[in-house]
């Protein structure tokens, strides 16, 4: 069974810094991994899908990496901005068969103070 | 496009009685599915559909039901409502996790309370 950690789960920054979000997960058998972002109240939204070829993905100012064969990925956020506040998930998307699914970490909760 | 919807918002039940929740999305996706999060829980999988017709269980699939007539709708349903089943819901649909490159739309969620 997959398990998901996030660490740290509560982060707080000054505006301007940068920083990194890190998650882990224990099956490497992974399709792909995402990173969603989910303000209050609100369902999440996709930010990056990296595939499991791949060893990092950018947009913006968001960059993930993903080191399969240890179980990691890590999201960078550069600049950050007030705007940046939320709760960032990652999900490994598990491969075999028509199972696929994606299992979640807890999350971190992001705060950038102005 | 209006992506993925949901209805209701909000919705409080009293134990026993039932409900469904509604989920549509007008992207012509494959697969769609419905977690629940639940706070130090996480988000977890309930059940999910790869297509018109086809359902299958996630990892908390008890005390739910679910059918799939048309690509567009993947209504849940609460047989008889427990207050373990208080959360907030969420609809996703993606084209095929088949693909590499699909990403998972999220509807905006819906609060249920069990009293």
């Known amino acids: 069974k997959q398990e998901v950690t996030q660490i740290p789960a509560a982060l707080s920054v000054p505006e301007g810094e940068n920083l990194v979000l890190n998650c882990s997960f224990t099956d490497s058998a992974i399709y792909n991994l995402q990173w969603f972002r989910q303000d209050p109240g609100k369902g999440l939204t996709s930010l990056l899908l990296?595939?499991?070829?791949?060893r990092e993905q950018t947009s913006g100012r968001l960059n993930a990496s993903l080191d399969k064969s240890s179980g990691r990925s890590t999201l960078y956020i550069a600049a950050s901005q007030p705007g940046d506040s939320a709760t960032y998930l990652c999900?490994?998307?598990?491969?075999?068969?028509?199972?696929?699914?994606?299992?979640f970490g807890k999350g971190t909760l992001l705060t950038v103070n102005p | 496009n209006a992506g993925v919807t949901q209805t209701p918002k909000f919705q409080v039940l009293k134990t026993g009685q039932s409900m469904t929740l509604q989920c549509a999305q007008d992207?012509?996706?494959?697969?769609m599915s419905w977690y629940r999060q639940d706070p130090g829980m996480g988000l977890r999988l309930i059940h999910y559909s790869v297509g018109a017709g086809i359902t299958d269980q996630g990892e908390v699939p008890n005390g739910y039901n679910v059918s799939r007539s048309t690509t567009e709708d993947f209504p849940l349903r609460l047989l008889s409502a427990a207050p373990s089943q208080t959360s907030v819901y969420f609809c996703?649909?993606?084209?095929?996790?088949?693909?590499?490159?699909?990403?998972?739309?999220f509807g905006p969620g819906t609060r249920l309370t069990v009293l």
């Open positions: 996703a649909s993606s084209y095929s996790l088949r693909a590499s490159t699909d990403t998972q739309y």
């Open positions: 999900a490994p998307v598990n491969s075999g068969g028509s199972n696929y699914k994606l299992t």
């Open positions: 992207m012509n996706h494959e697969y």
């Open positions: 990296i595939q499991s070829s791949q």
